[in-house]
Structure formats: C-alpha cells, structure tokens
Nanobody, 116 residues
C-alpha cells in the first residue's frame, strides 16, 4: 500500500508563490494534484507521469508547474502568481494501474490560503 505525505501549504498574499511537495512511499506512474475549495467539488489541478508528461487545468496554465523527482519518489507543485481563487485544500493523488481494479491513493491534504 502506498502512503503519501504532503507539505508546503500555508498563507500567502495574492501574487505570491508556494511550492507543495508530496513524498510517496513507492513509485507510481500516474500522479496528480487535486484541490477542493470550501463549498466546491474537488477538481484536478495537474497531472504528471513517471516519464514527465504533464497536463494542467486551464485556470493554472502558465502559473503552476508540476514536476517529480523519481529517485526521491517525490512530486512537486510550484505555484506562482497566486490568486484568491486558488485558495483550497490541495491533495496529492497517485493511481496504480498495475492492478484490477486500479488503486487510488490520497494524501491528507495541505491548506493553501491566498489572502491579503
């Protein structure tokens, strides 16, 4: 069973930056960052494969960068030019397709608050 540990959340002013980290206990091909704002549905923010292929939600393109260090089993989300609407609990997610059904692992979440 894969365990995910997140860090890096906090309070930042609009226009500022934060770097989130997700340390995994094992190597999983597909990893994602999700976020959930108060009163809203959890949404996918960005995805990355072990080979470095990435995808982003349109609202964060050009501002956020997802990356991973496979040697450390760690995924990152660099968030720049943050906006108040980015305020949410951010969750690390990993999907293991080597089993049927696929296994879906989640971190506990880290809170990002963008406010002046």
């Amino acid at each position: 069973q894969v365990q995910l540990a997140e860090s890096g959340g906090g309070l930042v002013q609009p226009g500022g930056s934060l770097r989130l980290s997700c340390a995994a206990s094992g190597s999983i091909n597909y990893m994602h960052w999700y976020r959930q704002a108060p009163g809203k549905q959890r949404e996918l923010v960005a995805s990355i494969t072990s080979g470095g292929n990435t995808n982003y939600q349109d609202s964060v393109k050009g501002r956020f960068t997802i990356s991973r260090d496979n040697a450390k089993n760690t995924m990152y989300l660099q968030m720049n030019r943050l906006k108040p609407e980015d305020t949410a609990v951010y969750y690390c997610n990993a999907v293991d397709l080597s089993t049927l059904p696929a296994m879906d692992y989640w971190g506990k979440g880290t809170l990002v608050t963008v406010s002046s």
